[in-house]
């Protein structure tokens, strides 16, 4: 077996990982997504600033 039937044999291999001949059904029901624990209704949201000052930016590197 040479270095080329490897290769080939592998990628056989993945392909066949990948594909859907091998995965499991679909189940029939779609479930939805349920949060765990009770939403809280009297949060306040902070969002960030869309701008920051000049000395937050990263330095770039210097050139040599």
């Known amino acids: ?3 080329r039937d490897k290769f080939r044999n592998r990628l056989k291999n993945a392909v ?3 594909s859907g001949e ?3 059904p679909a189940p ?3 479930t939805p997504y349920e949060r765990p ?3 809280l ?3 306040e949201i ?3 600033r869309k701008t ?3 000395g937050a930016k990263p330095k770039k590197p210097a050139k040599e």
């Open 1 to 3: 077996m040479g270095l």
């Open 16 to 18: 066949n990982k990948i």
């Open 22 to 24: 091998y995965s499991a």
């Open 28 to 30: 029939e029901e779609l």
């Open 37 to 39: 624990g009770k939403p």
């Open 41 to 43: 209704e009297d949060v």
């Open 46 to 48: 902070v969002r960030p």
């Open 52 to 54: 920051r000052p000049p």
